[in-house]
């Protein structure tokens, strides 16, 4: 059974002005709660040649919406700049990976370290427990009763421990970029749409009186920094680095401008004659491009991460049966956990993974629940 509080509290909800966690508010203003909405406002690369003039989470037409929203319901709404906040923690790290020729997952560190973070501080000073967001996932109780399993021990002497749970909609589920939550907060975080699928959301939302979310559609580009601005964003905060581009066999086919323009599997802007050519791996210490024309040659069974976590305190035996996703739009594969030390661990999958990237995360799941994450190294 799902965890799920009913109390006439008072709970705030960050607020993206997107349909999920619009309908994330009507759902707790239905059970009961007092929400408060609360819209964080974040940074953008700040460059001339960068096509969003504002971060894509938290526009203008976001704010306005979520204000309307929250009008419509009798609900207070808050907007709370995070600006240079989010600058220190996301985009540099963002610019940090890169230039260590890693590939960043922005999405993962801003939910550990920005957008929950901030939200529980704003709840805090208002002497509030609670925080919600339009995520699709779930959080179970889980009653340990300080007993050990036969393939885990558990090491929290607490009755009460808290899982971060897969959601009904098994396509739109987003406990990958949650997989760095940390156990203290899961007690308090409630995620409404974790029973529902996207098409009943969007259902609820016509319902509701909320048609217009229906012809929105998602930007596709990095919430700071647009596509089409990227080749310019790196050019101008890490530059360029030439270097050679060389096959599996060693030998030299061109010039690459920097290897933080490239990551595994890369087909586009290689710019090789008689392709296409993939990117199959990168020689940093060399500066050297490796490609091959070969896709089968991208395919990885077994990888590396450093440093590794488990949200729920648990820690189990060195040799752990799990599925794993290695980026966020794909189903977890089936594999075989090994801990090597308190830092590292091995995957060994038992189907190879195309395309397995350092700088991702490899998301580890137990049945319907998120165990934690590791940095793929």
Not at 12 to 32: E, W, Y
Not at 171 to 183: A, C, E, N, R
Not at 329 to 357: E, G, H, M, W, Y
Request: charged residues 25%; contains cysteine.
């Amino acid at each position: 059974m799902f965890f799920m509080f009913i109390h006439p509290q008072k709970i705030i909800v960050g607020m993206s002005g997107g349909v999920d966690s619009s309908m994330a508010l009507v759902l707790l203003k239905n059970q009961g709660w007092q929400p408060i909405g609360v819209s964080l406002k974040y940074a953008t690369w700040q460059n001339c040649q960068n096509l969003l003039p504002e971060n894509i989470c938290c526009d203008t037409e976001s704010f306005k919406i979520a204000r309307n929203v929250c009008k419509k319901l009798n609900v207070p709404h808050y907007i709370v700049n995070v600006s240079k906040n989010f600058k220190e923690k996301v985009i540099d790290y963002f610019i940090s990976e890169l230039q260590n020729s890693k590939t960043p997952n922005p999405c993962v560190i801003c939910n550990r370290y920005l957008k929950f973070q901030k939200l529980f501080e704003f709840a805090k000073k208002h002497k509030i427990k609670y925080v919600a967001t339009g995520h699709y996932a779930r959080i179970r109780e889980l009653k340990t009763q300080n007993k050990k399993c036969k393939t885990q021990k558990i090491i929290n002497q607490q009755n009460k421990i808290y899982q971060l749970a897969i959601a009904k909609d098994k396509v739109k589920d987003q406990t990958y970029s949650l997989s760095f939550l940390p156990q203290k907060w899961l007690k308090y975080i409630i995620f409404p749409l974790g029973n529902y699928t996207k098409t009943e959301i969007y259902k609820m939302a016509e319902q509701e009186g909320f048609k217009f979310f229906l012809k929105k559609k998602q930007s596709q580009d990095f919430c700071f920094v647009a596509n089409k601005s990227m080749e310019c964003f790196l050019k101008k905060e890490i530059g360029e680095k030439q270097g050679l581009i060389l096959d599996i066999n060693k030998n030299i086919l061109g010039q690459h401008q920097g290897l933080h323009f490239f990551t595994i599997g890369q087909r586009k802007g290689i710019k090789l004659p008689q392709g296409p050519y993939f990117v199959v791996d990168k020689d940093v210490l060399n500066n050297l491009l490796i490609v091959t024309k070969d896709e089968k040659k991208l395919y990885r069974k077994e990888i590396l991460v450093s440093p590794f976590y488990f949200i729920s305190k648990i820690f189990f035996e060195n040799k752990i049966r799990v599925k794993v996703k290695i980026r966020y739009c794909q189903f977890a594969s089936p594999a075989t956990l090994f801990l090597i030390s308190k830092n590292r661990a091995k995957i060994i999958f038992d189907k190879p993974q195309r395309a397995v990237t350092p700088g991702q995360f490899a998301v580890f799941y137990k049945k319907n629940i998120c165990l934690g994450c590791g940095k793929i190294i």
